[in-house]
């Protein structure tokens, strides 16, 4: 039988901490003229996924 393949959109979307999954927020990409420095502030960096979204992204990226 052939290897589970990963979901390939989201190994490039999501990263695996001790504590869970690492995101980048959304809405940071283009058309950022129009949002104001502090909301662009607040979006910088890295959040951890939520405990609900935590068995989608553990089936989407196995190694099995």
Excluded: E, Q, Y
């Excluded at 995101?23 to 058309?31: E, G, L, T, V, Y």
């Excluded at 003229?33 to 996924?49: A, D, F």
């Amino acid at each position: 039988m052939s290897k589970m393949k990963t979901h390939s959109g989201a190994s490039k979307r999501f990263k695996k901490t001790a504590s869970g999954w690492k995101c980048k927020s959304a809405n940071k990409s283009h058309i950022l003229t129009k949002m104001t420095t502090k909301r662009k502030r607040h979006l910088r960096g890295t959040s951890l996924v939520s405990a609900c979204d935590k068995p989608l992204i553990d089936r989407m990226l196995r190694k099995v």
